[in-house]
């Protein structure tokens, strides 16, 4: 990946970061703002917003690591980079919309 389109990304993505990691920006979670209003009152939405808000810096970091492994020339490590953020994101966004963690009334009960 050029340096420009990566620079460009993480214009793109530490704000979006940011904003999410501050509760806000709801509307832009793609799922969450195709639901009724009735299986949106059930999510916390500041808790999905910083979820997702860390889930992109995590991504901006992989993509990071990934610009380093490629200027190293490292073919391998390259292709496991990319494995593993494309499982990763389906399995974050799994997690997310399955997880009590990101509903309403939700208690954590441990004993």
Request: charged share 15%.
């Amino acid at each position: 990946m050029p340096t420009p389109v990566l620079v460009l990304l993480l214009l793109l993505l530490i704000p979006l970061a940011i904003m999410f990691l501050m509760g806000k920006g709801a509307s832009l979670i793609a799922g969450y703002n195709t639901m009724s209003q009735d299986k949106q009152h059930q999510y916390d939405e500041k808790k999905l917003c910083q979820g997702m808000g860390m889930f992109l810096l995590v991504l901006s970091g992989l993509l990071i690591a990934f610009n380093v492994i490629e200027q190293s020339g490292s073919d391998w490590g390259l292709y496991m980079l990319l494995a593993l953020v494309f499982i990763g994101s389906i399995g974050f966004n799994s997690y997310m919309f399955r997880s009590k963690t990101f509903k309403r009334n939700y208690t954590n009960k441990r004993g």
